[in-house]
């Protein structure tokens, strides 16, 4: 009996304290699922503004990534010749490392989405040329790299995208509210939609003034605003799977 009371061990006892991140992988990728908002309350969620504050980000961020990448790229092709082009692409690399961990960290604080961060770049040899051949080597600096050059595009669609519906619904949606300034202040009825003379010289003019008009302007401002929140979940969804595919541990 006492032999075996003295083999017996006790088992540790597993707690968020053990694993500090245990429980926050169980939730990556699904934060921004629990705190979606439904279709009529979208256009008013703060998640929709965070979502729009990722976007209008994303555009001088991938400028500034854009073209960190390919400087430090062409920069890296020009100098092999000698030996400093080697640290010109470690250097190429480990800033890559810097603006994906900028776009993890918007991921989580925007859009709610965490992505873990990839392993530490493994050196095999010691010194300053071992640290230069691992950093030459990491796959996750090249697919940061990746992710700089491939995202400035996505970014000025999306950017242009999301400015014009959100402006342009609320913009007619309000209508009705500022429809008196045009004959207050200008020397229009209403809105001008458009004033042309022909070649014949038929001259053709239209103003929003009719209860109508207001009345189906603000009504097709209200349908964009409801569908926008739509259009920019779908650009940060695709947002959202670039970060994870380039910039995490995939």
């Given amino acids: 009996m006492g032999s075996e009371q003295g083999n017996q061990t006790e088992e540790p006892v597993m707690t968020s304290q053990t694993f500090p991140y245990a429980e926050r992988s169980s939730s990556v990728g699904t934060s921004s699922d629990r705190v979606r908002p439904g279709f009529w309350r979208a256009p008013f969620a703060a ?12 555009l001088p961020i991938a400028i500034l990534g854009f073209t960190f990448a390919v400087t430090f790229f062409s920069l890296g ?30 991921a989580a604080t925007l859009l709610g989405t965490e992505v873990a961060a990839p392993a530490p770049v493994a050196q095999s040899r010691p010194g300053f ?7 030459m080597a990491d796959k996750a600096g090249w697919k940061a790299a990746l992710y700089q050059v491939l995202m400035l595009p996505w970014s000025i669609l999306s950017f242009t995208l ?89």
């Fill in 47 to 58: 998640a929709t503004y965070r979502e729009v504050g990722f976007v209008l980000g994303s």
């Fill in 77 to 106: 092709v020009g100098l092999l010749v000698t030996a400093l082009g080697f640290p010109v692409f470690a250097l190429f690399t480990s800033g890559s490392r810097g603006f994906a961990a900028l776009e993890r960290h918007r």
């Fill in 129 to 135: 040329w071992g640290s230069v051949t691992a950093r």
């Fill in 162 to 250: 999301t400015v014009t519906f959100l402006v342009t619904g609320w913009v007619l949606a309000l209508y009705p509210a500022y429809h008196w300034v045009f004959a207050r202040y200008t020397d229009w009825p209403g809105y001008r939609v458009y004033d042309f003379t022909t070649d014949a010289g038929a001259h053709h003019e239209y103003y929003l003034t009719s209860a109508g008009d207001i009345a189906g302007v603000s009504l097709l401002g209200l349908v964009l605003v409801l569908l926008t929140p739509a259009l920019i979940r779908g650009l940060t969804n695709l947002s959202r799977a670039a970060v994870k595919g380039l910039c995490g541990s995939r």
